[in-house]
């Protein structure tokens, strides 16, 4: 085993309101724990039962501002790992997923990447999303935050941490990255995230909606105004 393989993973999740998806996320990730890395929990001030929950199955508790990049700043300042990486709080990972990630950095001259994801529903049109998102994000290598982004902490440091910004948050530092780093490690193992965002809206008009909102982002819009647009 190379040294390099020993090192330690800060996994590092926003919450806000998470009570009905945070113990899954967690349990999926106990195995990781127990190996040696630690597992952040960034709340924006949650009113339901989250931090009730999460307490017993996290190393740290946090309570920051609202907004996902804050959150996630917050836990990246406050982690101990050599690797952070990024979780949602409805996603699940495999057990064995850190170390992949171990393997994956320590093999490469990459300093950044991640997982493919697939989506919780039953609807074949979920499938072809799915699909699309990881063939898209191996085409351009700019990942979302559904797919776990992870980044060595130097790297990560290095180039400002997330964005100041109420979304796109993950397509922004993806481009900051690839523009510093090159394109990220596109790991084939897949994370099971929620679907909810898709079911509550309509498939179509969610994929339609995300698509305005990034070209518009690529435009230059604004993304407190493409926040509100999303909300």
Known sequence: MRPEQLASISIIIPTLNEAKHIEATLETLQPMRKRGHEILLADGGSSDDTTLIAAPMVSKLLECKAGRAAQMNTGARQAHGEILWFIHADT????????????????????????????????????????????????????????????????????????????????????????????????????LTSSRRWESRGVLHTVLLMWRLRLAYALGASPADLAKRYQ
């Open 92 to 191: 699940l990972a495999q057990p064995d997923m850190d170390e992949e990630l171990i393997e994956a950095l320590s093999t490469s001259k990459s300093s950044w990447g991640r997982f493919d994801v697939s989506l919780s529903g039953s609807s074949y049109s979920l499938r072809i999303i799915e699909r699309m998102m990881n063939w898209r994000s191996r085409l351009t290598g700019i990942a979302t935050g559904d797919q776990g982004i992870f980044v060595r902490r130097n790297m990560f440091e290095q180039i400002g941490g997330f964005p100041s910004i109420p979304l796109m948050e993950d397509i922004e530092i993806s481009t900051r990255l690839k523009k510093t780093a090159g394109k990220p490690l596109c790991l084939h193992s897949k994370l």
